[in-house]
């Protein structure tokens, strides 16, 4: 069965500091990956996929990801993370077939330190 | 452009009440996805549509769930009756086609309290 786990639950960094939020997935063919924030009150914002070609991705807000099939992993990454980053960030894979059918991680929250 | 809206933001409503979720979509988003993300858990999806049609409703509960998609553009999502289980935030999402890689635009949620 597809799925999709994050095993931070909660995260806090130092503001300037880098940022690594970990995502595993399972499926059984080439996986379709995202990464969504979602900020308190709003909805989820879509910061990168990755559905082939390159496995470091760049995305919106400085954010870049990383595939690697060995480890079926699709990590998050941010070289200097700013208080404004402070929101829950959900990492997905995109359900067989062609339903856009998105199956979620259960997010890992992030704090930033002054 | 306007992103997806979602009214109310927020409802307050004791167990065995019925309550409704309002969505509109982004102009021209033919696929339209409510979802129910629990406290602390990701979105899981209750239905997609395409245009009118219900293509995907397998993990709504159908005895107290129901949603409709009139003329392809606005949604509701109704619950009748709550139950205390039922208190999550209720998300709608909209996108141009199923396409798997297509990107799907959220909306605020609304967030469902039951008492």
């Known amino acids: 069965a597809q799925s999709v786990t994050q095993p931070d639950i909660h995260i806090t960094v130092s503001e300037g500091a880098s940022l690594e939020l970990r995502c595993n997935y399972s499926y059984g063919a080439t996986p379709y990956l995202f990464w969504y924030v979602q900020s308190p009150g709003q909805g989820l914002q879509l910061l990168l996929k990755?559905?082939?070609?390159?496995?470091l991705v760049q995305g919106i807000k400085g954010f870049e990801a990383e595939f690697k099939r060995s480890q079926s992993s699709f990590n998050l990454r941010k070289p200097s993370v700013h208080w404004s980053d402070a929101a829950e960030y959900f990492c997905a894979v995109a359900g067989s077939g062609n339903t856009g059918k998105l199956i979620f991680g259960q997010g890992t929250t992030l704090q930033v330190k002054p | 452009e306007a992103g997806v809206v979602q009214s109310p933001r927020y409802k307050i409503i004791e167990k065995k009440q019925p309550v409704a979720f309002w969505c509109n979509p982004i102009s021209g988003h033919n696929t339209l996805y409510w979802y129910r993300q629990n406290l602390g858990q990701g979105p899981e999806l209750l239905i997609r549509y395409e245009n009118e049609e219900a293509v995907d409703d397998s993990q709504l509960p159908k005895d107290r769930f129901s949603a409709e998609r009139l003329k392809g553009v606005d949604s509701t999502l109704k619950i009748q009756p709550a139950e205390l289980g039922d208190s999550a935030v209720y998300l709608c999402a909209s996108s141009l086609g199923p396409s798997r890689g297509g990107q799907q635009y959220f909306g605020p949620g609304t967030r469902l309290t039951v008492t």
């Open positions: 990755y559905f082939s070609g390159d496995t």
